[in-house]
T-cell receptor, first 112, second 113 residues
């Protein structure tokens, strides 16, 4: 699979490959880190979250990894499918200040 | 159960006009929020509410007002529309404060000319 940071707008992967989407965060005090998926013409949809005291969490075909030492969050998608084509946002939950803060997003494009 | 419903889906305003974007949720969620989405800027928080009668400012509140008189509704008012407010607006709700799973509406695409 390929990996790319959020400073690059688009990630292109072959159908069936694994995808890795990376995100750098800045607020060490955030309680949760979250991944959202936005399909064209729709609102964002929750994928998975991870609490700040964890370093890995698995869902269905997705895994989120948190590296607090370098303030890095990643989303791994196994066996990428055409339906995974979307914009992916990492987000932080600010804890006491009750705000969900989103990153700028990256487009995942799946080649058939 | 319709989730989060936003109206209208599309709107064109002239500079200086005012309007209200409607948002309603039928999930009895305490927490509601408004975001704007601009190309290359991601989603930015405008205002949010942790419950009926309570609202607070987000990252980009200027030019917008909100109120939360009921649990279900969280309208966003543009006081005097400006071209800089051309954007896609999303309303979201969560069961309560601190819950990371937010449910988003389909969005309102607003153009100010």
């Amino acid at each position: 699979g390929e990996s790319v940071g959020l400073h690059l707008p688009t990630l292109s992967v072959q159908e069936g490959d694994n995808s890795i989407i990376n995100c750098a965060y800045s607020n060490s005090a955030s309680d949760y880190f979250i991944w959202y998926k936005q399909e064209s013409g729709k609102g964002p949809q929750f994928i998975i979250d991870i609490r700040s005291n964890m370093d890995k969490r698995q869902g269905q075909r997705v895994t989120v990894l948190l590296n607090k030492t370098v303030k890095h969050l990643s989303l791994q998608i196994a066996a990428t499918q055409p339906g995974d084509s979307a914009v992916y946002f990492c987000a932080e939950w600010g804890g006491a200040n009750s705000k969900l803060t989103f990153g700028k997003g990256i487009t995942l494009s799946v080649r058939p | 159960n319709a989730g989060v419903t936003q109206t209208p889906k599309f709107q064109v305003l002239k500079t200086g006009q005012s309007m209200t974007l409607q948002c309603a949720q039928d999930m009895n969620h305490e927490y509601m929020s408004w975001y704007r989405q601009d190309p290359g800027m991601g989603l930015r928080l405008i205002h949010y509410s942790v419950g009926a009668g309570i609202t607070d400012q987000g990252e980009v509140p200027n030019g917008y007002n909100v109120s939360r008189s009921t649990t279900e509704d969280f309208p966003l008012r543009l006081l005097s529309a400006a071209p800089s407010q051309t954007s896609v607006y999303f309303c979201a709700s969560s069961y309560r404060t601190g819950v990371t799973e937010a449910f988003f509406g389909q969005g309102t695409r607003l153009t100010v000319v």
